[in-house]
């Protein structure tokens, strides 16, 4: 079984947000979301959907073929923090978007476009609104990039931009209410979280090995 008082203090205080989330998201304040969604999307020209548009299906080409590079690249190496580092994030991006498709299945919340007709939508949207996968899917990838791959001011800052836009394509596009961001935020932490503090139970290091 897993150890740590501070691990699951950190994963309770992330479910409680992400119910608190939920709740939020069934409140009032949704058409209040509906108002600035709708606002934001007004007089927007085309090419800045574009953009946005290619932000958002651009998401995997990033969060996933660079973690797979340093696992790949690890594997044939025979380096085996770099691997890890790789399959870490890989796994955090996977269970969090395992957790937030129970969610969706389970609340069923519907997508801002289908409940506003002010609001259009602009991007693929499958399933259903809360969480956001693509948001999970970006903090979780943020969160590797930031504490395990790089680890410098540069590439969190990278990183940050990146996220945030993914974050702000799904708003603009009309697919995801400002909640659901937020609960993607969340679900990649959780995802983070739990595989960093796996392979920490387990001895299986993210740091390189000393040379001798």
């Known amino acids: 079984m897993i150890s740590g008082k501070r691990f699951w203090v950190k994963l309770g205080l992330l479910?409680?947000?992400?119910?608190?989330?939920?709740?939020?998201?069934?409140?009032?304040?949704?058409l209040v979301e509906q108002d600035i969604i709708a606002a934001l999307q007004n007089g927007l020209s085309p090419g800045w959907v574009r953009f946005f548009q290619f932000v958002s299906n651009s998401i995997s080409f990033v969060s996933l073929t660079i973690p797979a590079f340093?696992?790949?690249?690890?594997?044939?190496?025979?380096?085996?923090?770099?691997?890890?580092?790789g399959l870490v994030i890989l796994l955090s991006i996977a269970l969090a978007g395992s957790i937030g498709a129970v969610i969706k299945r389970t609340f069923k919340e519907p997508r801002p476009y289908?409940?506003?007709?002010?609001?259009?939508?602009w991007s693929a949207g499958g399933s259903n609104s809360f969480?956001?996968?693509?948001?999970?899917e970006a903090t979780a990838a943020a969160l590797g990039f930031t504490l395990i791959l790089f680890r410098t001011?540069?590439?969190?800052?990278?990183?940050?931009?990146?996220?945030?836009?993914?974050?702000f394509s799904r708003i603009?596009?009309?697919?995801?209410?400002?909640?659901d961001i937020a609960a993607g935020i969340t679900l990649g932490?959780?995802?983070?979280?739990?595989?960093?503090?796996?392979?920490?139970?387990?001895?299986?290091?993210?740091?390189?090995?000393a040379k001798g």
Not at 191 to 201: A, E, N, S, T
Request: glycine fraction near 6%; aromatic fraction near 8%.
């Open 15 to 30: 479910i409680i947000l992400l119910i608190v989330l939920l709740l939020i998201r069934n409140s009032s304040f949704k």
């Open 114 to 121: 289908e409940v506003d007709t002010r609001i259009t939508q």
């Open 153 to 167: 001011p540069v590439a969190a800052l990278l990183s940050a931009i990146w996220a945030l836009l993914i974050m």
């Open 70 to 85: 340093f696992l790949f690249s690890g594997l044939i190496r025979k380096r085996k923090a770099m691997a890890r580092k």
């Open 172 to 179: 603009i596009l009309g697919v995801h209410n400002f909640t």
């Open 131 to 136: 969480p956001s996968g693509h948001t999970a």
């Open 189 to 209: 932490c959780i995802g983070m979280l739990i595989m960093i503090q796996v392979f920490r139970h387990y001895g299986w290091s993210l740091e390189e090995e």
